[in-house]
């Protein structure tokens, strides 16, 4: 059977510490493309609040207003909506990842690895399970930003039946290319579509350069935002994955016995 869907990343630039700013500019940025026929949407990373550290604990506490209305609209709009925003719980702040199906939370990912460059280890406790699930789009495998580098990760979700892997991020200037290039090969080496959400915009003394993508199986870049704000859609074929899969056979001819296997 034909799959196809329409998929969007929902590109803008964060209020630091202004909740009900964001929340407005992801609501409509949904709208926006769910006007385009998308039927999953990307958001950024820790876009209700962004990295305002100081003011983390108190911010989280308004993450499950955030996600009530985020699942109000995607039960609205039919749609599937993904980003990471802070969590409270267990006296510690995760940066976690809702995936959110038709007004329902089918889904969390909380960050596995934690930017220690940028002091995120200080203020942010790390997560430990992987995430892939089932949604009316299709599975959805998550990670969050710095994640991005480490391909272990990747390899484990696309075993595990990912066929989208969604990406939040606030991935900062200089490092443009190291997005660009390793959301390709991401997207090449486990055959699989991605939709990467970059953030844009200053914000204290980091400036981020946008760029988000929407990336087909076989690397070509559907999609790309340049530094402002932006709705980006493209049309995701699912028969794209079996025939890249059907001519490149690397899921066959690993070699798990060698080089070991991942749990």
């Known amino acids: 059977m034909e799959r196809k869907v329409c998929v969007a990343a929902v590109q803008f630039n964060i209020a630091l510490g202004d909740v009900d700013a964001n929340l407005a500019s992801a609501m409509a940025g949904i709208r926006q493309v769910r006007a385009k026929d998308a039927r999953l949407a990307v958001l950024p990373e820790m876009w209700s609040t962004g990295y305002d ?18 699942r109000g609209l995607s039960a609205e709009l039919q749609m599937v909506v993904v980003g990471s925003l802070p ?15 038709q007004g329902r939370v089918v889904g969390s990912y909380r960050k596995l690895h934690l930017f220690s460059t940028m002091g995120e280890d200080r203020y942010l406790a790390a997560g430990n399970r992987t995430l892939v699930v089932p949604t009316s789009v299709g599975r959805i495998g998550v990670a969050i930003c710095y994640d991005l580098r ?50 844009c915009g200053i914000q204290g003394k980091l400036d981020f350069f946008g760029m988000s993508l929407l990336i087909a199986p076989r690397g070509e870049v559907l999609a790309e935002g340049g530094e402002s704000n932006v709705e980006l859609t493209a049309l995701f074929d699912f028969e794209e994955i079996v025939n890249y899969r ?8 690993r070699r798990p016995e060698v080089y070991g296997t991942l749990p």
């Open 87 to 101: 969590e409270k719980a267990d006296g510690r702040i995760y940066n976690t990842a809702f995936v959110i199906d």
């Open 150 to 199: 480490f391909p272990e990760l990747f390899r484990k979700l696309a075993l595990e039946g990912a066929e989208i892997l969604c990406l939040p991020a606030e991935w900062p200037k200089p490092r443009q290319e190291h997005w660009r290039t390793l959301l390709r090969a991401r997207a090449i080496e486990n055959q699989l579509f991605v939709v990467a959400t970059n953030c």
């Open 53 to 70: 550290y100081k003011h983390l604990p108190e911010l989280a506490e308004q993450t499950p207003r955030v996600i009530e209305a985020i």
């Open 246 to 253: 059907s001519q490149i056979r690397c899921y066959q001819d």
